[in-house]
């Protein structure tokens, strides 16, 4: 069982920057793989997208499925430069794209809004005859996140005229998709029409269940859950994590403790997420003792602690401030070997930023780059925000220029952050540089952005410059937006 012990903590000095030479890690590939995507990736951060085809095909690289794979995850948030490189590798002699491969770009091209482009993604597997139910979940989730709620469903409408049956299993990805993208009233209209045609299955109740406990709607979900009951779905274990989560959203944790005793009398053991849950509210509710008390039952019940068990505990720790017990709990998972995520970190950072301590922050960071523990974008977009707010606009740029060491693709917000951080303080030729780069990686600005760069820019009198980014921006949409 953890002793929570006060940890003394020192304050780091600026002098101390960071080690952009650290090297990404590679698990699971060879060394020849490893420098072929390095050498790609290199091409894909540092190439306009006009000019990606022709850099890809000097460059010699072999392409292989595990190797394509790896590249469009990592290029997903850069939607074009990323389906210039698809284009690319599907060309290469004995290579053919995997089914994962295609998902990635349909997905990275449904980001930027390139519907057109999708759609042709999705009748080139259709002539390969390698189309699944998963590609059109993947399109339906990517329309439900921009509330294109008539799109979702023609998508599923339109499944059978491709030669992939419209079954139960598609009705339950339309009804997710919808689901989780705050579109649950949508959902059950959609699951109260269709009942008939698809008899619901446990996964059906259990996705209707978390999309009103996500509103949260507790007469609703209850609702739910007693016709999954009456309907003879037997509850699982996913089913109660989400009625237990829906009721802890509600305010109603005495009812999911109550709920936790009736699992245990259907002989249903609580699992790591249920008490991460509990952990996860308590602290919410800024109840320590409680998140604790949880954590040790948990420990007492033989249920072993994993990592979002432990991310639920520091949090819970950093809601009241006391990050010497968090900084504990991290300890002891170093010492017992639990696997830190980005998000371990992630939860301690936001909370330090958010209070102003910018000096534990970075050392937090720095920790976290010393553990080998790879920061995810989400990271480095707190990390270049943090600094950019505190007029430290070079150690942003030193964070940024960390996270092109590891490769890893800015999202539109990452670019935000950094140009309006640089118009801020009246570096405009570095702000344009940036949004520049933006474009050519295909990933549209957003107009708070584009308008914050504006007024900079006419302010010091440079509306050609503007003139011209503006002409760069219409060339990204260039490709028709069909929908």
Known sequence: MLKFLSAKTSTQKWRRFLHSSAQTRTPGLDKLQADSRKKICKILMSSPTADVSQALQKSKVEASPKLVEEVLKRFENAGMQAYRFFEWAGKQQGYAHSVEAYHIIIDSLGKIKQYGLMWTVVNLMRIKGVLTKETFAVIMRRYARVKKVEEAVYTFDTMEKFGVPADLEAFNSLLSALCKCKNVRKAQEIFDRMKVRFKPDLKTYSILLQGWGNEPNLTKARAIFNEMSDRGCEPDMVAYAVLMNALCKGGQVEEALALIDTM??????????????????????????????????????????????????????????????????????????????????NVILHHLISLGEIEDAYRVFRRMLKEHCDPDIDTYTMMIKMFCAENKVDMALKVWKHMGGKRLCPTMHTFSVLINGLCERDRMNEACAYFEEMIEKGIPPSAATYNRLRRGLMKVGREDILEDLSEKMKELTKEPLED
């Open 264 to 345: 245990k009398n259907r002989g249903s053991n609580p699992n790591t997420y249920i008490y991460s849950i509990l952990i996860h509210t308590y602290g919410a509710e800024k109840r320590i003792d409680d998140a604790v008390g949880a954590f040790t039952a948990m420990e007492k019940s033989g249920c072993e602690p994993d990592t979002p068990t432990y991310n639920a505990l520091i949090g819970a720790f950093c809601n009241v401030r006391e990050f010497n017990e968090a900084y504990t709990v991290l300890d002891e998972m170093v010492r017992k070997r639990i696997g830190r995520n980005a998000k371990t970190y």
